[in-house]
C-alpha cells in the first residue's frame, strides 16, 4: 500500500518547493538532457521524490516555461503523487522512489581529482585520441537511447492514464444521470397517472405530453414515448444523456427521466407560453408578436444554437431545428427543445455522414437531403428558414404566392434582388418594425441559406451580425430551391406540397418532435 502523506502536508506546501526546485534544475541542465531529479526529506521516515524533463531541443527559457505551466496543471489535492505530461515536458513527484537515484540527482560538489591534465593527442585525429572519440560518442549514444526509451514508456503510461480519465467521465457522466432519475409511480402521480383530460398538453410521434407537478410542488412537463413510436432505446437514452449536460437560458432544461419497463418518460422544465409556431402561424395569435418580440426570438435561438455548437463541453448538432421545436416562456424569450435527433461531435470533428435522413422538410440542407451530409452549417440553413418564417408569418411547407415565387425562399430571394425585402415582412408587424433590423435579418437569412457549405456564416458570425452593425455582410448567393433540380431528390416537389417525411423510403421519421400545440 502507498504511502499517504499527513493532512497538513499541503499546509507546508513540499510539492510546490520539491517541484519548483527539480524544474529549475532541469531547465539549466548543463549536459543538454534537460533532466533532473530531486529527493527531500519530510521527516525522518517520510521523503518526497520529484522529477523533471524537458525535450532537449527546448532553450533554458522555454524548458522553464513548460515546465512552470506543468507544475500549475497539478492538483492541490494530490496526497500520493502525481505528474503531468506536456508535449515537450513533464513533472512527476511521489513519495517513494520511482526513478534510479543516481541520475539527475543534484550534483554534489566536485572533488579535486576531476580537474585533469588532458592526454597528450594522437596526430591524424583533429587533436583527439580513439580512445576519446569513444569516450564521448558512446555515452551520447547510450544517453539518445535512454531518453527515447524513458519517452516511449511515459507516452504509453499517459496514454493508459488519459484512457482512465475518459472512463472515469463517462462514469461521472452516467452517474449524473442517474442522480436525475424518477420512479414510476411519482410520475405517475405528478400527472395524475397521465390523465388525457386534464393533464395532457400536447402530442406527437415521439408520443404524449403531460402537464405535472413534482412532490415539492415545482411545475415540469413529462414527455413519455409512445410504446408504438419508431423511436427507441437508443434515441431516448441520446437525448437524455446530452440534454442533461446542457445548460443555457436559451434551451429547455431537463429536470430528469424515468427508465422503468417499457416506460421511457423524460422530465423537463415547464414552458408556460407553447411553442414558436403556435403564435407565429396562427392569424388570431401573430399580433401578441411584434417586432420587437420576434427580433428577440431570433437573438435567444441563435444564440442557443451558439452555445450548441461552439461553447457547450462537446460539439452538438441539432438536426432538426423548426419553429415548432422553439418553446417560449413566460417573457416570451425563446429556448431550443427536442434533442432526440441530435449528434454529439468531437471537439475537432467538422462534418458527418448518415444514411438515415431525419428531419423536417423545408429546414433541411440541400447537402443533407441529397448526399446525407451534415454539419454544423446544416443547422446554419435550418436557422436561415425559421428566421424567414419568423419575418413573414408564413411556413416553409405551405407558402403560395400568386406572382409565381415557388416557395418560401425564392420568395425571399426575388424581393431581395428586387430591392424590396420589407414587402417579405408579416403585415400585422406594420408600425412596430425597425427597416434596418428587418432588413439585415432577411440579408442574414439569405446568407445562411446558400447552396455552399463553407460559404454560410458560422453562428457565432450571425450573433456578431444581429448584435453589431459596424460588422460586415456579404452579398448572398440565390439559394438552392429556386426551380433548380437537385440530383436525386424530389425535394421542392415535397415542400411545395407539404409531404411528410413518412412518405418516402428515402428518409427515416422525425419521431422525436412534438407536432401538436400546447404549453411544455
Given at each position: 500500500m502507498r504511502p499517504v502523506l499527513p493532512k497538513f502536508w499541503d499546509s507546508l506546501n513540499y510539492t510546490g518547493k520539491v517541484i519548483a526546485d527539480v524544474a529549475n534544475r532541469a531547465s539549466i541542465d548543463d549536459s543538454g538532457k534537460k533532466f533532473a531529479t530531486t529527493q527531500a526529506n519530510y521527516s525522518a521516515l517520510q521523503s518526497v521524490y520529484g522529477l523533471a524533463q524537458c525535450t532537449p531541443d527546448l532553450s533554458d527559457d522555454a524548458c522553464n516555461g513548460c515546465l512552470l505551466n506543468a507544475r500549475s496543471k497539478l492538483p492541490d489535492d494530490a496526497k500520493q503523487g502525481a505528474r503531468v505530461l506536456f508535449r515537450s515536458c513533464y513533472v512527476w513527484y511521489e513519495v517513494y522512489l520511482f526513478f534510479n537515484a543516481s541520475i539527475g540527482a543534484a550534483p554534489p560538489?566536485?572533488?579535486?581529482?576531476?580537474?585533469?591534465?588532458?592526454?597528450?593527442?594522437?596526430?591524424g585525429n583533429g587533436g583527439l585520441s580513439s580512445q576519446q572519440i569513444i569516450a564521448i560518442v558512446v555515452p551520447i549514444c547510450v544517453a539518445i537511447m535512454l531518453f527515447i526509451a524513458g519517452f516511449c514508456i511515459l507516452t504509453r503510461r499517459a496514454k493508459k492514464k488519459y484512457n482512465s480519465l475518459r472512463e472515469d467521465t463517462v462514469g461521472d457522466?452516467?452517474?449524473?444521470?442517474?442522480s436525475l432519475q424518477y420512479d414510476l409511480g411519482t410520475i405517475q402521480?405528478?400527472?395524475n397517472n397521465f390523465s388525457d383530460d386534464n393533464n395532457k398538453i400536447g402530442e406527437g410521434g415521439f408520443g404524449a405530453v403531460y402537464k405535472g407537478f413534482l412532490p415539492d410542488g415545482q411545475e415540469v412537463a413529462v414527455k413519455r414515448l409512445s410504446r408504438t413510436s419508431g423511436q427507441g432505446a437508443t434515441e431516448f437514452k441520446n437525448e437524455m444523456v446530452l440534454v442533461a449536460k446542457l445548460q443555457h437560458r436559451n434551451l429547455v432544461r431537463l429536470l430528469g427521466f424515468c427508465l422503468e419497463g417499457k416506460e421511457k418518460i423524460l422530465i423537463y422544465e415547464f414552458v408556460p407560453n407553447k411553442s414558436l409556431d403556435y403564435f407565429l402561424f396562427d392569424p388570431l395569435e401573430q399580433a401578441k408578436l411584434d417586432w420587437s418580440r420576434r427580433y428577440r426570438i431570433i437573438g435567444g435561438v441563435a444564440r442557443g444554437m451558439l452555445y450548441l455548437h461552439e461553447d457547450s463541453r462537446l460539439r452538438i448538432i441539432h438536426r432538426d431545428l423548426k419553429a415548432s421545436n422553439i418553446l417560449l416562456d413566460g417573457d416570451m424569450n425563446a429556448k431550443i427543445s427536442d434533442f432526440g435527433?441530435?449528434?454529439i461531435f468531437g471537439v475537432d470533428q467538422t462534418q458527418g455522414n448518415t444514411s438515415q435522413v431525419v428531419g423536417?422538410?423545408?429546414?433541411m440542407s440541400p447537402e443533407y437531403v441529397t448526399r446525407g451530409q451534415f454539419s454544423v452549417k446544416s443547422d446554419v440553413f435550418s436557422f436561415g428558414v425559421l428566421v424567414l418564417e419568423i419575418i413573414s408569418g408564413k411556413k416553409i411547407n405551405n407558402f403560395y404566392q400568386s406572382d409565381g415565387a415557388r416557395n418560401l425562399l425564392s420568395y425571399a430571394w426575388k424581393l431581395w434582388r428586387d430591392g424590396t425585402p420589407l414587402d417579405l415582412m408579416d403585415p400585422t408587424l406594420q408600425g412596430s418594425y425597425s427597416r434596418n433590423e428587418v432588413t439585415r435579418c432577411v440579408h442574414i437569412a439569405l446568407l445562411c441559406v446558400q447552396d455552399d457549405p463553407d460559404a454560410r456564416p458560422s453562428m457565432a458570425t450571425i450573433v456578431l451580425m444581429l448584435n453589431s452593425y459596424s460588422a460586415t455582410l456579404s452579398l448572398p448567393q440565390p439559394p438552392t430551391f429556386l426551380g433548380r433540380s437537385i440530383p436525386g431528390s424530389n425535394f421542392l416537389k415535397a415542400i411545395e406540397s407539404d409531404q411528410s417525411m413518412s412518405n418516402s423510403a428515402q428518409f427515416s421519421v422525425n419521431e422525436a418532435s412534438i407536432t401538436e400545440l400546447g404549453p411544455r
Open positions: 560538489p566536485p572533488p579535486p581529482s576531476s580537474v585533469l591534465t588532458p592526454p597528450a593527442s594522437s596526430p457522466d452516467i452517474s449524473a444521470v442517474q402521480a405528478a400527472t435527433m441530435a449528434r423536417t422538410f423545408g429546414y
